[in-house]
């Protein structure tokens, strides 16, 4: 018979072995992880900065002092320089939790689907969201906890003609900045309804470039007004149907255990996933967690908008 050489190496043409090999080997994983569409998430556009735990607890400052404890003074000409005590925040000490669900895969879900990885796809985007969902609401609830500041609105957002919702996160944004420590308020978070609210106001919508394809009208998304990103969320991750405005860069931080166990693959968004094989029931069991805590460092850089929902 004729033949080839060298000889050709085998094809994989059968899927399920391939899905089989998928779910064996942690790279594969984290590079599937990474194709997968996610849900929208907001702890890590929240809680922008970064804090590495130590035996399963951080430490950190809060409301560190803009100045110094001493005045700058007049100094005579070859006279010391007055010296002075850098100010220091509270110290904080926050424990790192572990966040996590696994889900079950048996094999005939994979054998009697036409692409078993469609099964395996499902799978970890499922576990993955509802992971990082929980995280959202833990962080949120943080959030409220230590946002303090309120701005009235100046009627309910859903009132037409007495709405005033650019001044309204104008004024907010002031009574940040009036604290003088440093603030740039630079993002606003709402739920959907809030952000649909904002996006077909009438006074705002006449301030915008009509000219331009990024208007709402044509891409029917609202991700910024004037100097402030918008991020929105469901009502369910928030505490209430406030709207919050926030200095993104000096809020707070999520602190993470970072250290990878065997046989996990880690998202860019810090959950940790691993795929165990259950020969007893013939099936996969895939577990996602996370270990991290929120830690809002910087509370008067956020001031939350209230009154915005009519009775």
């Known amino acids: 018979m004729p033949g080839t050489y ?29 194709t997968l569409a996610e849900l929208r998430f907001v ?28 005045d700058a003074r007049s100094i005579a000409p070859g006279a010391e320089y007055p010296r002075a005590t850098p100010g220091v925040g509270t110290a904080i000490l926050a424990a790192v939790r572990k966040w996590g669900q696994a889900v079950p895969i048996t094999d005939e879900q994979i054998k009697r689907s036409v692409y078993g990885g469609e099964v395996v796809d499902r799978a970890l985007l499922k576990t993955v969201n509802t992971v990082i969902s929980m995280v959202d ?57 809030k952000a649909a609210l904002m996006m077909t106001d009438n006074i705002i919508a006449q301030l915008r470039r009509r000219e331009t394809t990024t208007n709402p009208i044509y891409t029917g998304e609202l991700d910024q007004v004037g100097p402030y990103r918008i991020l929105t969320t469901t009502e369910q991750n928030l505490p209430t149907d406030d709207v919050l405005l926030f200095d993104s860069r000096q809020l707070g931080s999520m602190a993470d255990e970072t250290e990878v166990d065997p046989g996990y693959a880690q998202t860019d968004r810090g959950v940790q996933v691993k795929v ?33 929902e009519g009775s």
């Not at 702890?43 to 100045?67: F, K, N, Y």
């Open 276 to 308: 165990i094989r259950i020969d007893k029931t013939d099936s996969h069991d895939i577990q996602a967690r996370r270990l991290t805590v929120p830690i809002v460092q910087e509370p008067g850089a956020g001031i939350w908008i209230t009154d915005t």
């Open 6 to 34: 060298p000889a050709q190496p085998p094809t994989m043409v059968d899927n399920l072995i391939t899905t089989h090999r998928l779910l064996q080997s942690p790279r594969q994983i984290s590079r599937r992880l990474r």
């Open 137 to 193: 609401e833990i962080t949120l609830s943080v959030v409220a906890s230590q946002v303090t500041a309120v701005h009235e609105a100046i009627a309910p957002w859903d009132d037409d003609d007495a709405a005033r919702m650019w001044r309204d996160v104008a004024l907010a944004a002031a009574k940040i900045k009036g604290l003088n420590q440093g603030y740039v308020p630079d993002t606003l978070l709402m739920s959907d309804t």
């Open 43 to 70: 702890s890590d556009l929240i809680l922008t900065g970064r804090l590495r735990s130590q035996g399963g607890a951080v430490l950190a400052e809060q409301s560190e002092p803009l100045r110094n404890a001493r």
